[in-house]
T-cell receptor, first 116, second 113 residues
Framework: DTEVTQTPKHLVMGMTNKKSLKCEQH?????MYWYKQKAKKPPELMFV???????INESVPSRFSPECPNSSLLNLHLHALQPEDSALYLC???????????????FGEGSWLTVV | EDKVVQSPLSLVVHEGDTVTLNCSYE??????LLWYKQEKKAPTFLFML????IEKKSGRLSSILDKKELFSILNITATQTGDSAIYLC?????????????FGTGTRLKVLA
């Protein structure tokens, strides 16, 4: 099973709303990622969690707040977003640092976010 | 600064043609290079390459890595309309003690019937 599950698939929110995106994997992966992808652009890394600790924050604005409650779950809390934050948000996971020979990163289906 | 560059940016071919997509990279602490196909949803995994000169093959798709010249190619033979997609190259590199994946800009392939 190489499945990363994301919910919701679609989300429309106002600029004053608070919402969350959720991601789950049961592959025993120890690294989890949030990417943002705008139309016709490649995925841009936002956050990396390694062994449930935030290890990379790519200078993401504080209106995006990640959380890793346990090794299988990754959330992205959203508050006071701007219309330009509308994008596809992709969660991904990989084995992490346990292997020396490289890891495959597996993506979820993504959450389409529209900020109005 | 780490970077991954893909070429061409877009390509239009006819069914049955063979295409070669390129990915070059400059990163510190390279660990692997991955190819993905993205249609309307999330990227789907194609290949992971870690060693130079060893071709990975899956049906009509194949890929090879050159770690000396810092590039990889993805070949698609006998293209079909279902191959139309964006092909993404990602390089796994280590930074601040953690591995992350740096994506190229992608190559948009359109295969005409």
């Amino acid at each position: 099973d190489t499945e990363v599950t994301q919910t919701p698939k679609h989300l429309v929110m106002g600029m004053t709303n608070k919402k969350s995106l959720k991601c789950e994997q049961h592959m025993g992966h120890r690294a989890m990622y949030w990417y943002k992808q705008k139309a016709k652009k490649p995925p841009e890394l936002m956050f990396v969690y390694s062994y449930e600790k935030l290890s990379i924050n790519e200078s993401v604005p504080s209106r995006f707040s990640p959380e890793c409650p346990n090794s299988s779950l990754l959330n992205l809390h959203l508050h006071a977003l701007q219309p330009e934050d509308s994008a596809l948000y992709l969660c991904a996971s990989s084995q992490g640092m346990v292997r020396d020979s490289g890891n495959t990163i597996y993506f979820g289906e993504g959450s389409w976010l529209t900020v109005v | 600064e780490d970077k991954v560059v893909q070429s061409p940016l877009s390509l239009v071919v006819h069914e049955g043609d063979t295409v070669t997509l390129n990915c070059s990279y400059e990163v510190t602490n390279f660990r692997s290079l991955l190819w993905y196909k993205q249609e309307k949803k999330a990227p789907t995994f194609l290949f992971m390459l870690t060693s130079s000169g060893i071709e990975k093959k899956s049906g009509r798709l194949s890929s090879i890595l050159d770690k000396k010249e810092l590039f990889s190619i993805l070949n698609i033979t006998a293209t079909q309309t279902g191959d139309s997609a964006i092909y993404l190259c990602a390089v796994e590199a280590r930074t601040s003690g953690t591995y992350k994946y740096i994506f190229g800009t992608g190559t948009r392939l359109k295969v005409l019937a």
